[in-house]
């Protein structure tokens, strides 16, 4: 089957030596797709832009992808245009199930206090892993943590930004997930990814997101502490120079500290 731009991948179609099993999710730019890579016989991930053009937008997002190597952050196995204009990018597959995807399935409507704990603690590891490479994730949101078959994998790139300013890609975010400077058009920056991260947590935790001004409490989920709550709210304060200042701070703040660097 010939492969156009605008063509949604059906099961077999060929991009190079990856062949295409079936669709992933779709988001607002891109879908993704679990592809075989026919050379070796290994599952992949294969994100694909629902449109031709911005083509410089997604080099970027393959050149950081490439920077990084770490078992909680999806790396890059292969990039490239077919057809031109349109640029797809290759990442090792996760085998396993966003965190929204399992607070929608297994909420009741939050998920246990200690797997989030655990999961947090995870997170936070890959963004300071991150944020020591002087990058910016831009979206940590429950849909881009994949809970895989050792641990939880931070997914989607397509936001994220280069500190230094080198390599940057669009600005944007999730409603609700995204720090309030963020959205308010300033640069995000690793305190911008530890409000994501705070906000996915409380999520996790009661069923929603945070809203401003609104009055929940975690007083009557189980497991769930004071001191618990007054952490993810000091990830979540509104002004960034007020917030807990990195994600191994909020890790270790939330009873969940880093491995030690080899």
């Not at 937008?57 to 393959?62: D, G, P, Q, R, S």
């Not at 990084?68 to 640029?87: C, K, M, N, R, T």
């Not at 849909?143 to 939880?152: I, K, P, Y």
Request: glycine share 10%; hydrophobic share 40%.
């Amino acid at each position: 089957m010939a492969v156009t731009a605008t063509t949604r991948l059906a099961r077999g179609a060929r991009l190079g030596r990856f062949e295409i099993e079936d669709a992933l999710g779709t988001g607002a730019l891109s879908t993704v797709y679990r592809a075989r890579d026919v050379e070796n016989d290994v599952r992949v991930a294969l994100k694909r832009p629902l449109a031709r053009g911005d083509d410089a937008h997604w080099e970027i997002e393959a050149r950081l992808l490439a920077e990084l190597s770490h078992p909680g952050v999806a790396s890059l196995v292969d990039h490239f245009e077919q057809p031109a204009g349109i640029y797809n990018i290759v990442m090792p597959l996760v085998e396993g199930t966003d965190l929204a995807r399992m607070m929608w399935d297994e909420g009741t409507p939050g998920l246990p206090v200690r797997d989030v704990l655990q999961w947090v603690g995870q997170v936070c590891e890959a963004l300071q892993y991150l944020h020591d490479q002087q990058i910016v994730h831009g979206d940590v949101k429950p849909r881009n943590l994949v809970r895989g078959r050792e641990r939880v994998v931070l997914v989607d790139f397509g936001l994220a930004t280069r500190l230094d300013g080198g390599v940057t890609t669009a600005r944007g975010g999730t409603p609700r997930f995204i720090a309030p400077e963020v959205f308010a058009g300033d640069a995000p920056s690793p305190r911008s990814d530890v409000f994501g991260v705070a906000a996915s947590a409380w999520a996790l935790i009661t069923g929603s997101p945070p809203a401003y001004g609104e009055d929940r409490t975690l007083d009557s989920i189980p497991g769930a502490t004071p001191e618990l709550e007054r952490v993810l709210r000091a990830g979540l304060a509104f002004r960034p120079e007020d917030r807990i200042e990195s994600a191994a701070v909020l890790a270790e703040a939330s009873g969940a500290p880093l491995n030690p660097p080899l």
